[in-house]
């Protein structure tokens, strides 16, 4: 019915999968790929500025702030901004609240490729890849020492999953074969899925305090904002790893640096940082026991078709008047 209706898709790198849906029922109008850089970034933005008036619905391929300029260039017809990923703190919430503008996102059908990324950078960070591979590249394997280059095992840990939602419960379900001794997670609220894993739901103080393994997968709020600092990397025990596979801005990067360094915590790894890239003279990047990822959680062929799919399925039923499969808010 609706090919005269118009869909933006804010980049051109989003699956082939997704642009067959939306091509099925409507215009569908693509930004080029610039990169993300930030002159990049700056460009796309400026191409979406061109390409939104008259769209009734926008796909969110990007880890860049939605504006209120852009908002405005679309015009009132915009029904739904459908974001390709499951964080939504780069969607402007109060002004597509304020607007009327429905959110989706697409939760759930990344929770094993980040939970994989998730166990990877425990690994990666107890067993100190950056020091072997730096070895490596060394020629020089003191590794091969019984007593060098010795990490930290996840058989016997206590893993402390602040944020046990599906991307936590995936990552517990994964680590249950690492014979993992005890899992405890923070949150608003006790859930029941915590009971397949014996898991205890107890006060974030208690989580920084016993655990080992610090896994970070909540999504980034005013609340959750740097909660990783100064204060609460004291609280942590100096074996302490953490791992944070949700969004730079729940730690405080300088005060994680500081800790690093000065070995008041042992290792940290990372899937996401602030700014993402991160420059590649960051302080951060000196360290021996920082692992860091370029922000690959969901990268798999499969996770990224399916988060496609979904997010046209949720602009497929927003224009056609049906309820959104996983609205942020309907
Ligand atoms: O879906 C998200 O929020 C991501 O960060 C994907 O990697």
């Known amino acids: 019915m609706t090919k005269n209706l118009k869909v933006l898709v804010s980049s051109n790198d989003f699956a082939d999968s997704g642009i067959k849906i939306l091509e099925e029922h409507f215009t569908v109008l693509k930004s080029r790929y610039f990169g993300f850089g930030e002159e990049g970034l700056n460009e796309n933005m400026q191409e979406l500025m061109n390409l939104i008036p008259g769209c009734s619905a926008l796909v969110w391929v990007s880890h860049h702030q939605i504006t209120k300029e852009l908002l405005d260039k679309a015009g009132p017809q915009l029904t739904l901004v459908s974001t390709a990923s499951a964080g939504y703190n780069n969607c402007n919430v109060p002004e597509l609240k304020a607007r009327g503008i429905k959110l989706s996102n697409t939760p759930n059908v990344l929770s094993a490729a980040v939970a994989e990324i998730a166990v990877s950078l425990m690994i990666a960070a107890a067993r100190r890849f950056p020091e072997n591979l730096d070895q490596v590249k060394r020629g020089v394997w003191d590794g091969i020492g019984f007593q060098n280059v010795l990490g930290q095992d996840l058989r016997g840990s206590t893993v402390g999953i602040v944020g046990f939602g599906g991307i936590g419960q995936a990552t517990a379900k994964r680590l249950v074969g690492f014979e993992v001794a005890k899992f405890l997670y923070s949150g608003h609220r006790e859930k029941p899925e915590a009971k397949e894993f014996n898991a205890e739901f107890v006060p974030q103080d208690t989580l920084l305090n016993q655990s080992d393994f610090i896994l970070l997968a909540a999504p980034l709020t005013d609340e959750t904002k740097h909660m990783i ?102």
């Open 229 to 330: 600092n100064k204060t609460t990397l004291a609280q942590m025990k100096n074996n302490a790893i953490i791992v944070n596979v949700g969004r730079g801005d729940l730690v405080n990067q300088d005060d994680l640096y500081e800790a690093l360094k000065n070995k008041q915590i042992y290792a940290a790894g990372l899937d996401v940082s602030t700014p993402e890239p991160l420059p590649k003279d960051h302080k951060l990047l000196t360290l021996p026991n920082l692992f860091l990822l370029p922000h690959i959680g969901s990268a798999t062929v499969r996770t990224r078709n399916d988060m496609a799919e979904l997010a046209a399925r949720n602009v497929v039923n927003a224009l056609y008047g049906k309820p959104l499969i996983t609205p942020v808010f309907p």
